[in-house]
């Protein structure tokens, strides 16, 4: 008798009968895919099992563990997580092949492996492939146990004899579930090999890593509920030709997702990078056109960052335009901006935008210092390594308030900036760095005369 398969939808995990082009359920175009059905019997078999060990019990009569959290010993990741890692919970890790997603991993091992019992499942390497990659780290002592097995069944089973408190899976894309005849890293697999693991962790108490790939759009692989099952999702982000790397939180249970951590790649493993405005700036040009730093708010960490522009006379039709770091359509906005109120002809020029170190600035806050780059660049007069500037721009050429500005002049003065040029309004009360003057505009042109002079 031919198995029945239904069509799931990698998006959202709604389940069709049949293909079709678009999901019913939230409207993403090509997301279905076709999975063995499970049958009923099952499932009506483990719904009776679990409704036989689940009672309801009253909130107010919960009991709550004083140490739920714990220091993974790495303090950016600490960082993300909100303060440390949860007892019980699941944390996704996603991100690009290469970019030390299971370098990371490896690294805490060696850090709570004294005081916590792991457990690292592989499923993409040999015992002696991660000996050897261990070694390079400096991991070797601790109790750490390693267990090469892509059967999930199998893996709970050796948890439950070894009574691990932390459990690391890598990856998730390589495990699958006996009951489930579909191949691993399918739809249905990595759902299923998920909801097993995170039943455990909750039920047995153990905090749960898993590593996740991420597909051609940069999400991670696999049906989209995978994120909506776990507690906690990162993204390890970063490019392998560039040493930093920077981990990011897309959703967070039991914390803030505004918060991010640095690392630098090295020789043995990753850096932690306390002071990233430093590492940033380090090898500034200085009186150079074309270059302004801005400071950007990442949760409650200020951040500075070293916008550059070229502006050159474009040799052909038409010109051509490229940012890097910050939002393309941003960037075309700023730059008419700066023609129509600014009075740069910068429409028959080729420009480009880049931010140092590879970050992403995503807020308007940095809309200023990019104007500023980009005029510079266009008037080739350089500005003063000394000078900073925050504000976000409107269309009319306005210089607006941002948010957090005290925090913000407080890094800039703390770096070793003597000037900075922020909105001439501005909601709240400002309280001025010692050493730092600040210059307030009202509009683009003030601010560039005061930049340029």
Not at 22 to 50: F, I, M, V, Y
Not at 76 to 96: F, K, P, W, Y
């Amino acid at each position: 008798m031919k198995q029945k398969t239904v069509f799931y939808c990698t998006e959202c995990g709604n389940e069709t009968p049949r293909w079709q082009g678009q999901c019913p359920a939230c409207g993403a175009w090509n997301t279905l895919t076709e999975a063995p059905q499970r049958p009923k019997s099952e499932n009506k078999a483990a719904a009776a099992a679990h409704r036989a060990r689940q009672t309801p019990e009253k909130l107010s009569e919960l009991e709550t563990e004083e140490e739920i959290r714990f220091s993974t010993g790495v303090g950016e990741l600490d960082r993300v997580l909100g303060g440390g890692a949860v007892r019980g919970s699941v944390v996704l890790v996603g991100g690009a092949p290469g970019v030390g997603k299971s370098t990371l991993l490896l690294q805490l091992c060696g850090l709570i492996g004294r005081s916590e019992r792991v457990l690292y499942v592989t499923g993409e390497e040999s015992r002696r492939q991660l000996k050897m990659r261990a070694q390079r780290l400096g991991v070797s002592e601790g109790e750490i146990f390693v267990l090469a097995e892509t059967q999930v069944s199998e893996i709970l089973s050796v948890a439950e004899d070894l009574q691990p408190t932390v459990v690391i899976i890598d990856s998730i894309q390589t495990m699958f579930d006996a009951e489930v005849s579909a191949t691993p890293g399918s739809v249905s697999q990595v759902r299923e090999s998920t909801m097993a693991i995170m039943r455990r962790a909750k039920s047995d108490g153990f905090t749960a890593f898993v590593v996740g790939h991420i597909n051609k759009e940069g999400a991670i692989a696999g049906p989209k509920v995978l994120e909506h099952m776990v507690d906690c999702v990162l993204y390890f982000e970063g490019e392998q030709s560039m040493s930093y790397r920077i981990l990011r939180a897309a959703k967070n249970r039991f914390g803030s997702t505004n918060e991010i951590g640095v690392f630098e790649m090295a020789d043995t493993g990753l850096r932690e990078v306390p002071n990233p405005s430093e590492s940033l700036l380090s090898g500034r040009p200085l009186d150079t056109p074309g270059t302004c730093v801005t400071c950007v708010m990442e949760g409650s960490r200020p951040i500075l960052a070293e916008i550059q522009a070229l502006v050159a006379q474009s040799g052909y039709g038409s010109a051509r335009r490229n940012s890097n770091g910050i939002d393309y359509n941003r960037a075309m906005l700023l730059l008419a901006v700066l023609e129509k109120r600014g009075g740069m002809s910068v429409s028959g020029c080729d420009a480009y935008i880049n931010v140092v170190g590879g970050l992403q600035l995503d807020e308007p806050a940095a809309d200023l210092a990019t104007l500023l780059a980009v005029a510079s660049s266009f008037r080739d007069a350089p500005i003063g390594s000394d000078l900073a500037a925050v504000g976000e721009v409107g269309l009319s050429g306005e210089v607006r308030s941002v948010q957090q500005l005290n925090l913000r002049l407080s890094e800039i003065a703390r770096l070793g900036f003597s000037r900075c040029i922020i909105p001439a309004r501005i909601k709240g009360d400002v309280i001025q760095p010692k050493g730092l003057e600040l210059i307030r505009v009202k509009s683009i042109r003030e601010a560039i005369k005061a930049a340029l002079q």
